[in-house]
């Protein structure tokens, strides 16, 4: 039993045209070439094979030996290609694929996998958080601006527009409607942002921020609401992330997170899909945070300007309906339980004093058709 093979010393770049058989006594490879000094004897019992190196048809084999390495191995490799050769290999050696490892290695990478995995923890929980919390105090406005346009720009497209402005609805009476709401929530408010408040032409019930002062609400969340009302207390809980820089703060944290999740992770088939899931899940708490803090604003901004609450319970009602094929715990879920916030408003309008209607009818089957 012999066959050609190429070996390498380990030591220097140079390769070696061998031939390849086994010892006379049959316990042993025995290796030679004209550029050898003299054939080598590797013991069978001490060959294991390197799957992750050669190509589809080749075998690489190496030895355990006494070394300084976690592995115990030669540094030396022998690239076999004779398939009758590889053949008697595979099936004779059951040790062929062995790990061998040095007494306590598996202790001590147990010990430095789960450092790794602290200071990860550290990075994505603490570090992190904290750099963005600081990062969006200190952005400049104009950056964030360009940010929010950017943000924007990218939903419209995600919502399926071919174009910038492509899904903004621009009817005149309707977007005289919503100014007429806008002014009223803000009156008096220096909120440290020219509003841009915008709808989408979408059927989508939703609305959210984006950073530099940009709320969008989409036509979806204006069919399904059950008055002007409603309609205003989703915008003032926007207007609350805007204030308070939600949407940068978590477009910094998310991208970092996500960054480091995927250097981590690698782009492996389903990393994608990994990543995404573990960035939800780090950044549900805190933004369930966020939401209950710009609950608590758009109440207060619905009592300043005089505009019953219960709409925005009857509004949480909705979305509950929406929700109801797709409940997630409360740890996965990024807002607070939707039944949680509706007895919130609830509580708060039976406690308004005089309130009213945010638009007249007309105004309010104006902003109905604001998308024509």
Same mark, same amino acid.
């Given at each position: 039993?012999?066959?050609?093979?190429?070996?390498?010393?380990?030591?220097?770049?140079?390769?070696?045209?061998?031939?390849?058989?086994?010892?006379?006594?049959?316990?042993?490879?025995?290796?030679?070439?004209?550029?050898?000094?003299?054939?080598?004897?590797?013991?069978?019992?001490?060959?294991?094979?390197?799957?992750?190196?050669?190509?589809?048809?080749?075998?690489?084999?190496?030895?355990?030996?006494?070394?300084?390495?976690?592995?115990?191995?030669?540094?030396?490799?022998?690239?076999?290609?004779?398939?009758?050769?590889?053949?008697?290999?595979?099936?004779?050696?059951?040790?062929?694929?062995?790990?061998?490892?040095?007494?306590?290695?598996?202790?001590?990478?147990?010990?430095?996998?789960?450092?790794?995995?602290?200071?990860?923890?550290?990075?994505?929980?603490?570090?992190?958080?904290?750099?963005?919390?600081?990062?969006?105090?200190?952005?400049?406005?104009?950056?964030?601006?360009?940010?929010?346009?950017?943000?924007?720009?990218?939903?419209?497209?995600?919502?399926?527009?071919?174009?910038?402005?492509?899904?903004?609805?621009?009817?005149?009476?309707?977007?005289?409607?919503?100014?007429?709401?806008?002014?009223?929530?803000?009156?008096?408010?220096?909120?440290?942002?020219?509003?841009?408040?915008?709808?989408?032409?979408?059927?989508?019930?939703?609305?959210?921020?984006?950073?530099?002062?940009?709320?969008?609400?989409?036509?979806?969340?204006?069919?399904?609401?059950?008055?002007?009302?409603?309609?205003?207390?989703?915008?003032?809980?926007?207007?609350?992330?805007?204030?308070? @820089?939600? $949407?940068?703060?978590? !477009? /910094?944290?998310?991208?970092?997170? &996500? *960054? =480091?999740? +995927?250097?981590?992770? #690698?782009?492996?088939?389903?990393?994608?899909?990994?990543?995404?899931?573990?960035?939800?899940?780090?950044?549900?708490?805190?933004?369930?945070?966020?939401? @209950?803090? $710009?609950?608590?604003? !758009? /109440?207060?901004?619905?009592?300043? &300007? *005089? =505009?019953? +609450?219960?709409?925005? #319970?009857?509004?949480?009602?909705?979305?509950?309906?929406?929700?109801?094929?797709?409940?997630?715990?409360?740890?996965?879920?990024?807002?607070?339980?939707?039944?949680?916030?509706?007895?919130? !408003?609830?509580?708060?309008?039976?406690?308004? *004093?005089?309130?009213?209607?945010?638009?007249?009818?007309?105004?309010?089957?104006?902003?109905?058709?604001?998308?024509?």
């Amino acid at each position: 039993m012999q066959g050609q093979g190429t070996f390498f010393d380990g030591r220097t770049a140079g390769r070696h045209q061998v031939q390849v058989g086994l010892s006379p006594d049959r316990q042993a490879l025995v290796i030679a070439g004209d550029s050898l000094d003299a054939p080598l004897r590797w013991p069978l019992a001490d060959l294991r094979a390197l799957s992750d190196h050669g190509g589809e048809k080749d075998l690489v084999l190496t030895r355990h030996m006494d070394t300084d390495d976690e592995s115990p191995r030669d540094p030396a490799r022998l690239v076999l290609r004779d398939p009758a050769l590889i053949d008697w290999i595979l099936r004779t050696r059951p040790s062929l694929h062995k790990s061998d490892l040095r007494a306590g290695a598996k202790r001590r990478i147990l010990r430095n996998a789960a450092l790794a995995l602290g200071a990860l923890a550290l990075m994505l929980l603490v570090i992190l958080p904290g750099l963005a919390d600081i990062m969006a105090r200190v952005i400049p406005r104009d950056t964030e601006e360009r940010f929010g346009r950017a943000v924007t720009a990218q939903m419209e497209r995600f919502l399926g527009a071919d174009e910038r402005g492509a899904l903004v609805c621009d009817h005149a009476q309707g977007r005289a409607a919503l100014d007429k709401m806008v002014a009223r929530l803000t009156d008096g408010r220096d909120l440290g942002y020219d509003l841009r408040v915008q709808v989408f032409d979408h059927p989508m019930l939703n609305a959210f921020a984006a950073p530099g002062g940009y709320v969008v609400l989409v036509r979806g969340l204006i069919d399904k609401a059950q008055g002007p009302d409603a309609v205003a207390a989703v915008l003032a809980h926007e207007i609350a992330h805007v204030v308070n @820089r939600d $949407a940068t703060r978590n !477009a /910094l944290r998310a991208a970092g997170s &996500a *960054g =480091i999740l +995927s250097l981590i992770l #690698g782009d492996v088939a389903g990393g994608a899909v990994l990543v995404a899931v573990a960035d939800q899940v780090l950044n549900s708490a805190y933004s369930r945070k966020a939401e @209950r803090t $710009a609950d608590a604003y !758009a /109440l207060t901004m619905l009592n300043d &300007a *005089g =505009i019953s +609450s219960a709409g925005f #319970g009857a509004f949480f009602d909705t979305l509950a309906e929406q929700e109801a094929g797709l409940s997630l715990p409360e740890y996965l879920s990024t807002h607070p339980i939707t039944a949680e916030r509706a007895q919130a !408003a609830r509580d708060n309008a039976a406690a308004q *004093g005089a309130t009213t209607p945010v638009l007249t009818d007309a105004e309010w089957q104006a902003l109905r058709r604001i998308c024509g």
